[in-house]
């Protein structure tokens, strides 16, 4: 749950206060599952093995990239609303619902297989936010999340071609 803001942190907006609060809720479990996701998308860059080395190396960092890329959009966006965001590594792993994997080797099929997993279940919590957001008439961040699931739908995509056997 989000943290009501001090008075130093509240940042005006015209959305209801009850509808603020509640859209932060939403991004600020997005923004975890983002750091969650990236951190386990580097993870398996950095160990991946096989004969396909090469282009799962370069296609996890790729996409490690874009999910990086998307943690600050959201971060602002839970100030915008007037709201505050994850501050620690704590706070993260308290919001995150993607999982962490910290076996010492899986599989590249069992990589692309969990990373494609993943990035549907955030798809889905996308899709959730997008319900939450109109409800408060939040058009900016509705615009955004339209975004981001493209491109978490794009990175599962890819992750299933690139799994596929000839």
Known sequence: M??????ELAT???????????????LNGILADSFALYLKTKNF?????GPHFRDYHLMLDDQAAQILGTTDAIAERVRKTGNTTLRSIGDIARH???????????????????????????????????DI????????????LDD??????????FLFEASRKA
Do not use: C, Y
Request: no cysteine.
């Open 148 to 157: 981001w699931t493209d491109e978490a739908e794009e990175r599962a995509w």
């Open 45 to 49: 860059h950095w160990h991946v093995s």
């Open 96 to 130: 995150q619902t993607i999982k962490d994997n910290d076996q010492p080797f899986v599989s590249a099929d069992a990589m692309l297989a969990e990373l494609r997993e993943d990035n549907l279940a955030l798809v889905a919590s996308l899709r959730e936010a997008k």
């Open 12 to 26: 005006p907006t015209d959305i209801a206060s009850n509808s603020a609060r509640t859209v932060a809720d939403a």
């Open 2 to 7: 989000t943290d009501t803001p001090t008075p």
């Open 133 to 144: 957001v109109d409800e408060a008439k939040d058009n900016a961040t509705s615009g955004i």
